[in-house]
């Protein structure tokens, strides 16, 4: 894996899309307390505290520098460890229980697919919490067809519009860029010169929703309390206004998930009833 050379760079990229990050927090209302997977610096914990500083929020990340960097801001209500037994020992302190807590992964799995990081990781700190949410947001390409070719126009529009020398490191890695999947991949990616060569090599598409599933949900525990995919609007934007292509809307590059536990002894409205009765008064 390559290094990451500008924390300070990498970092900041991450803040700028806290919003669209903080998505779920009106959507998990049992939680009292949010685990961050996958936190880096711990910018989106501390956007959110700034937001409900009555909760508590737990960062986890693999990185002891971005953990230090975190607590070297710490906020109350707040707590960051890149040792994952302490994030279920830390709940247990406090007495929050799984029913109260969603586990939140921000722009981690395709990390987590394209390094090949061990999934029992994710599936040991699932169980040992026994979250009542586990919520999603990430890249993921989605289209009718994986295999759609642009046109000569939009690559010669790319290739004299970017550096030939980012182009040719992105070919090398992915494929060529007449495929419209890795096309849009480079888009995705081509501002990131800081940190170049790790963000060139690192694959934004590197797992499907099966694969998704088969680690987040493989017992069924889970169901879907929210699904939406979507082209994040400053990549529409920057498509439309750098290079002068509509993106269009038959793929997208982002999707967010909640899937919350199954809960025992509920009644179901598919259940019961003939659709042909209706109510007498």
Known sequence: MAEITNYDVYNDRMRRSMWDKAFFMDKVPDAQAIV?????DGS???FLHGLFPAMCFIGFDIDPAMIAAANARWEEN????SDM??????????NVPGCQTAINFSSVFHEVFHYGFDLSM????????DPQYLVVRDMMYD????????S??????VRNTLPAWQIADFEKAHGPIRLRKNLVHLLLKYKYTENWP????ENYFSYTMQDLTAVLNEDHRYRPLLFSRYILPWIRYDIENKLGIDAGNEFTTHFSLILGKCKNGMLSLNEGGSKHERLSF
């Not at 707040?78 to 460890?81: I, L, P, R, S």
């Not at 000569?152 to 529009?157: F, N, P, S, V, Y």
């Not at 790790?198 to 090599?201: G, P, Q, T, V, Y």
């Open 36 to 40: 961050d997977y996958g936190c880096a």
């Open 44 to 46: 989106l914990v501390r």
């Open 78 to 81: 707040t707590w960051f460890f």
């Open 85 to 94: 037994e302490a994030v279920p020992d830390k709940l247990r302190e406090m």
């Open 122 to 129: 994710i599936k040991a700190m699932i169980a040992s919490i």
């Open 143 to 150: 289209s009718l067809n994986d295999e759609t070719i642009v």
């Open 152 to 157: 000569r126009e939009i690559e010669a529009r």
């Open 198 to 201: 790790r963000e060139c090599a």
